[in-house]
């Protein structure tokens, strides 16, 4: 991790920085520009609603479909609803899934082309597809474009862990959340990904 993360954290939010101070292994904190940018967004397609657990499982199934091979547009579509259905994906998302395929094999939707705009715009452009909302964009954004400042109000992790952090009673307001991660900025992905570890230290 870079050491003006370190020393910004230390400054603005020393709640926080002890939690980072416990993290042995910082550097997978970095984020990461993808290879392979379809298929992190069918994988983020796949773990909308799940915990992390099911979701990694339900996308290992789908990979082995591939088998082998890459995950591709085309061979998304190749593949019937109730084969894809059979990984344990529901109905709805097999329908975003090919959905996405479509757009990316007409170029409706370039996605390395969205690797050149800026946060908002990303989002702009993703959530105009069906089964893409601000969750989904924002994490393409933090663990597939590698962008260094973006948070995820509507992240269910993210609230929990700064309720217990923080100490509040109630679940944090989007207003309180907002004025908590403007001082992270222009670092709120490594904030993110800092609240996520809190959860299991």
């Known amino acids: 991790m870079k050491q003006e993360v370190l020393i910004h954290f230390r400054r603005v ?5 002890s939690v980072l101070a416990k993290i042995p292994n910082k550097e997978h904190f970095v984020p990461v520009t993808s290879r392979d940018l379809f298929s992190d967004l069918v994988e983020t397609i796949i773990c909308q609603q799940l915990s992390d657990k099911a979701g990694a499982t339900i996308f290992g ?13 085309e061979r998304v579509l190749e593949f019937s609803d109730e084969t894809i259905r059979g990984v344990g994906t529901s109905r709805s998302k097999v329908g975003f899934i090919k959905n996405l395929a479509q ?8 996605l390395a082309q969205l690797a050149k705009l800026p946060d908002q715009e990303v989002i702009r452009e993703l959530t105009k597809l069906k089964g893409i909302g601000p969750w989904t964009a924002e994490m393409f954004l933090m663990f597939s474009l590698g962008r ?8 269910l992790g993210l609230r929990n862990a700064i ?5 509040l009673k109630k679940d944090p307001t989007k207003k309180q959340m907002e ?23």
């Not at 939010?13 to 920085?17: A, I, N, R």
């Not at 260094?148 to 992240?155: A, K, N, T």
């Not at 004025?179 to 990904?193: E, I, M, V």
């Open 61 to 73: 199934r789908f990979q082995k479909l591939f088998t082998p091979g890459k995950v591709t547009p």
């Open 103 to 110: 757009h990316v094999l007409t170029k409706s939707v370039q």
């Open 148 to 155: 260094e400042d973006i948070f995820s109000y509507g992240d």
């Open 163 to 167: 309720k217990k952090l923080y100490g």
């Open 13 to 17: 939010d020393p709640t926080l920085f």
């Open 179 to 201: 004025s908590l991660t403007r001082k992270w900025s222009p670092y709120r992905t490594y904030a993110a990904r800092i609240l996520w570890r809190s959860l299991e230290l």
